[in-house]
């Protein structure tokens, strides 16, 4: 193979720094040469300013210098001979542990193509290659990356090829002395690297049950002869998991996925010196935890994403304006209905049961119904906003806006129960069919309205437009008791019931204050110090210092209103709460267990 037009080496010597630095080399630069880095990356919707982080730039030709004149806060030109390659080189401050942009310590190197390698104008389309250097200071360290290798070592060091720019950027690369693994579902290889585990990881766990959740989505999406009739849209796949003391979140990509989590959140091996407490007390060790469940959730929805997001894709995603926001109104379908399937999946592929999903299901739901903003803004609307609202939450995002995720999610789920009400369809079908109708590739609303109306018989226009584009409360409680499912209505916490999102580190400190509620009439702002409580007026007034919310009950006793002290600005003010009447939180559990297995067994 001839060497190609656009070639990268990126070496990372400089670790106390947290600098990689890159060469990049044009073969055939253009007279007027424009480069430019991203200010986004694809999948988290938020201009993320990745040149703020590069420094140190500099051009040649034939080593003589050439003169680069910036144009904007990402872009530069450079006067060039044609018939002379270009050489560029400059570093990358690399010191963000999360998986949008780049990191690099004497423990692990990561990063994302949108953070290191300038986009080549003019030349997207040309077989990019990224050489990763290997270097004496990373001495036991690996690379692992979704590009496919050109000359690499053992350790994985050496020369990957691209097939465009899109490509390159899209194929994260992992470095350290991480942990491997590998396992095959439907006939495709996957690989699981997982950087930062302690010793207790039970490694074997983690492997199969990610399998389990592979099969379970080849089987969804291309059905049970998933191997046979419609190959998977990837040849091989990486799951690039970092561990943390403290951190949770993904980025999906077109054959990997960056993943991280607490390091709490690993399966851990049964038998240790010092086991958890929760085996030492009885409890069953083959039950996943609470956090290890969001894990498997997590892997679940970024590995749903390669069909969902990465291939069926929304018509403005066709090409990538890496230069600025691209505005859809689609992610409610995207990352919602890629929601509602994460958890279903994990109860298909049989890591859960009935009652953890049921649980997990009316978390989503009381996360809506407690949002003051879905009365507010359309999930449509949300969906064009991210780039202002979602990625820059703030003190009022609850009264103003709503996920998509979440109500999406809920979206995708009153879907999937009327179709299977009205008895001609369901949602795995329509999900089906809309990935042959698009060819896998660009899709529209008009689609899914489009495969709906053929596989259901009817219009749903209407439901699309109340649900999606309209503002009206979802008809939940009545199509989950269709599905034989029974909604029950528990005490909400106090700080629902007040209207207050609160931390307790240290006293009681208000982050929000939700619109219409007790807290909001009483006076309460974000940023107030819950300090203290009078109960009673004159004489036989009682004041309490309060350390914690729940302090509220144990002293409030039977009075109806009650006085409330709070720092603010250094200005202690007095402000009068009147107790508000009980609020509920939704409870689901089995009602009719065949209707029930028909729906979450499929």
């Not at 060091?157 to 590998?182: I, K, N």
């Not at 914690?548 to 039977?558: A, F, N, R, V």
């Amino acid at each position: 193979m001839t060497q190609p037009a656009i070639s990268y080496q990126v070496r990372a010597h400089e670790l106390h720094a947290h600098l990689f630095h890159v060469t990049l080399t044009v073969a055939q630069p253009a007279a007027l040469q424009g480069l430019s880095l991203p200010v986004w990356i694809p999948g988290s919707y938020l201009v993320r300013e990745f040149s703020k982080n590069l420094q140190n730039l500099s051009a040649h030709q034939n080593g003589q210098v050439v003169a680069l004149a910036q144009r904007d806060k990402c872009t530069w030109e450079a006067a060039c001979n044609e018939a002379v390659p270009l050489v560029l080189s400059y570093e990358v401050y690399a010191f963000d542990n999360s998986v949008h942009t780049a990191w690099l310590d004497t423990q692990r190197g990561f990063f994302n193509g949108t953070s290191l390698c300038l986009r080549v104008h003019g030349q997207e389309a040309q077989v990019h290659q990224l050489e990763v250097m290997a270097d004496p200071a990373l001495n036991g360290w690996q690379v692992a990356t979704g590009l496919t290798p050109h000359k690499v070592n053992k350790a994985g060091f050496g020369s990957y090829r691209a097939a465009d720019y899109d490509e390159l950027v899209d194929c994260p690369v992992e470095m350290g002395a991480f942990w491997s693994g590998h396992f095959v579902a439907g006939g495709v290889p996957h690989r699981l690297v997982v950087a930062g585990a302690p010793p207790s990881f039970d490694a074997a766990r983690l492997l199969a049950d990610t399998q389990a959740i592979c099969e379970a989505e080849m089987v969804l999406w291309h059905g049970a002869q998933h191997g046979k009739t419609h190959r998977a849209p990837h040849a091989n796949y990486l799951f690039m998991l970092n561990a943390v003391g403290d951190g949770y979140g993904g980025l999906e990509h077109r054959n990997s996925t960056a993943l991280i989590c607490t390091r709490q959140d690993l399966p851990r091996l049964p038998h240790t010196a010092l086991a958890p407490a929760a085996t030492v007390s009885g409890a069953n060790p083959s039950v996943p935890s609470e956090g290890y469940t969001s894990l498997l959730g997590l892997i679940s929805h970024e590995y749903f994403h390669t069909w969902n997001v990465k291939r069926l894709r929304p018509a403005e995603f066709a090409r990538y304006d890496y230069a600025q926001e691209n505005y859809t109104e689609l992610l409610w379908f995207f990352e919602g209905f890629t929601s509602y399937y994460d958890d279903l999946l994990l109860r298909r592929a049989q890591l859960i049961d009935d009652a953890t999903y049921f649980k997990l299901l009316s978390k989503t739901i009381n996360q809506v119904l407690q949002t003051p903003g879905r009365l507010v803004q359309s999930v449509a609307q949300a969906s064009f906003d991210a780039w202002v609202k979602y990625y820059r939450q703030d003190e009022n995002t609850p009264n103003a806006t709503v996920s998509y995720y979440t109500k999406g999610a809920l979206v995708a789920l009153c879907l999937d129960l009327t179709l299977r009400q009205e008895g001609h369809t369901t949602l795995d079908a329509v999900m089906r069919a809309l990935w042959l109708r698009c060819q896998a590739g660009p899709m529209t609303e008009a689609d899914l309205l489009a495969v709906l109306a053929n596989l259901g018989g009817r219009s749903f226009a209407r439901e699309l437009n109340r649900w999606v584009h309209g503002k009206a409360e979802l008809p939940l409680r009545s199509l989950l008791q269709s599905q034989g499912v029974q909604v029950h209505e528990d005490p909400a916490p106090l700080a629902q019931r007040l209207g207050l999102r609160v931390t307790e580190h240290q006293g009681i400190q208000v982050k929000m204050v939700l619109r219409g509620s007790a807290a909001e009439q009483a006076g309460f702002c974000a940023g107030d110090e819950w300090l203290g409580l009078t109960v009673g007026s004159g004489a036989s007034a009682s004041h309490w210092r309060l350390a914690k919310l729940d302090d509220l009950l144990l002293y409030t006793g039977t009075a109806k209103r009650v006085g409330a002290l709070v720092a603010r600005d250094k200005r202690l003010l007095h402000l009068t709460l009147t107790l508000p009447k009980a609020a509920s939180t939704w409870r689901l559990a089995m009602q009719d267990s065949q209707r029930v297995k028909q729906w979450l067994g499929q």
